[in-house]
């Protein structure tokens, strides 16, 4: 099988302002010594050489793109809103919205980042892949149409969606964010609409703190195509693979979609400063192998993962690479040096047993 591996070293160049994690620095907000927000290119350029390192990265069909066009911006980002970005990235950068600061090119690195998304696609679609993972940075669950926060500058999965729309290509999406935010970006773009199943796996109350609730299925033709699984913090191995089995899993069966796009983050680890759930790169393996069966079984094998976030830069390259393996059915691994301890601090019997019962009724919410 062919799997696609979308990157480009111009993504690891963007660049933030001057923040302490998520504030800006002033006042008793020390500056710190490595600087800028938790969204930095490190854990990316990590992954990358992890998989160079142990040699992944030769079972992939290793390829880059170029920006999306001013075409695709426009099916989901206002003229009014790209205009200022662009303006503001031309006279040496700044911040639109809410912790996206960003510097002189950050517009075209974001139209980078989102041109990868829209060519891992296209290349699923026509079969020229299989299935295929775009590193994509910025990245875009959180971005509005107008409006960028969350680090978020274009949402790079909705305009990869409305590009192959346009083509022709797909007529019915489904997307499953597994990012431990919630996406309230792409939740917000196809409220309305019953062409594409919006499915968000997340911490409850983190961030955005107002979002994300289970009861918030859709308006409209989009009622009842939208569906948020919040969950508890502490969250481990076993609930995040309960709430695909109990939830994930029937949602796109029942939808039927022409493909499964996956928004892939790995900040619901055990190490990644901006969240408390429990997940490992087991985790991680374990969901990208459960998606891949369904998509088997529902659209030919049609799956594409588009990278989110994630800041643990110790952690994150091997819960990628663990996706990665799973994805392209490689040989090669990368044995996660933090299993053992890892296992040891999932949920006890009692919490367990309390996340389940959580997902269950959710579940029976939804009627599954």
Not at 150 to 170: V, Y
Not at 263 to 286: H, I, K
Request: hydrophobic letters at 40%; one cysteine or more; charged letters at 20%.
């Amino acid at each position: 099988m062919a799997t696609g591996f979308f990157w480009d070293e111009k993504t690891f160049w963007h660049t933030g302002g001057n923040y302490a994690m998520t504030q800006p620095v002033g006042g008793l907000v020390q500056p710190l010594s490595a600087g800028g927000l938790p969204e930095s290119p490190e854990t990316k350029r990590r992954l990358k050489n992890l998989m160079d390192v142990t040699g992944l990265t030769t079972d992939l069909d290793v390829r880059t793109a170029p920006m999306a066009t001013s075409d695709d911006l426009l099916r989901v980002h206002p003229a009014s809103y790209l205009d200022a970005f662009k303006a503001l990235s031309d006279a040496g950068g700044g911040e639109l919205g809410q912790r996206t600061p960003f510097a002189t090119g950050g517009y075209e690195i974001a139209a980078l980042s989102a041109g990868l998304s829209v060519a891992a696609i296209d290349a699923v679609l026509t079969g020229a892949l299989d299935n295929a993972y775009a590193l994509s940075r910025p990245p875009g669950h959180h971005c509005l149409p107008d409006f960028p926060n969350g680090f978020c500058l274009l949402n790079n999965i909705a305009i990869a969606i409305e590009a192959a729309q346009s083509k022709g290509m797909a007529s019915k999406v489904a997307v499953l964010d597994w990012d431990v935010h919630h996406g309230n970006g792409t939740e917000a773009i196809y409220y309305n609409r019953d062409d594409i199943l919006t499915i968000s796996i997340h911490q409850e109350n983190n961030y955005p703190i107002d979002s994300g609730a289970v009861t918030d299925r859709g308006v409209g033709a989009g009622e009842g195509f939208n569906i948020n699984i919040p969950i508890p913090a502490g969250t481990g191995h076993e609930g995040y693979l309960r709430a695909f089995d109990r939830i994930v899993r029937p949602a796109i069966t029942d939808f039927a979609p022409d493909i499964i796009i996956v928004a892939c983050g790995f900040d619901a680890s055990v190490l990644d400063p901006l969240s408390q759930t429990l997940a490992t790169a087991e985790t991680f393996r374990e969901l990208t192998l459960r998606t891949k069966i369904l998509a088997e079984n529902i659209c030919g094998g049609k799956l594409v993962l588009v990278h989110e976030g994630g800041y643990s830069e110790v952690y994150v390259p091997f819960c990628g690479h663990a996706t990665l393996e799973a994805l392209s059915d490689s040989t090669v691994s990368a044995p996660d040096p933090y299993e053992a301890s890892f296992r040891k601090r999932q949920p006890n019997p009692r919490f367990e047993a309390f996340i389940a019962s959580e997902i269950d009724q959710m579940a029976r919410d939804f009627g599954f």
